[in-house]
């Protein structure tokens, strides 16, 4: 997979509306061409990952790793940990269907 698109860092600034966690809700963003990346935690388990990784590929989707599902549930802004996470496409970013 690539590395990462874009710094998680520099997400952090952002209102947290353009992410969307979770793996199914993550499959689903990336089938109907509606995010611009996503991140996946490195201690996910890889039967609950390997469809979307596989998905991304198809769709030309970068992925970028996060170390734990706690990290990436932080940069969610949620209490719990993520398996994954779809950084959505902007309005009117041209790239949107």
């Known amino acids: 997979m690539s ?3 874009f710094s998680p860092r520099e997400n952090r600034k952002t209102s947290g509306k353009d992410r969307l966690p979770g ?3 993550t499959e689903r963003a ?3 061409g509606l995010c611009r ?3 996946v935690a490195k201690d996910a388990e890889e039967r609950v990952v390997k469809n979307l990784l596989r998905l991304c590929e198809e769709k030309g989707i970068p992925v970028s790793f996060f170390d734990s ?3 990436l549930g932080e940069f969610c802004s949620l209490k719990v940990g993520a398996s994954a996470c779809a950084i959505l496409k ?3 970013d041209g790239t949107g269907k």
């Open 3 to 5: 590395k990462r698109p």
């Open 23 to 25: 793996v199914r809700a």
């Open 30 to 32: 990336v089938q109907n």
């Open 37 to 39: 990346a996503v991140y």
């Open 69 to 71: 599902m706690k990290e």
């Open 90 to 92: 902007e309005p009117g």
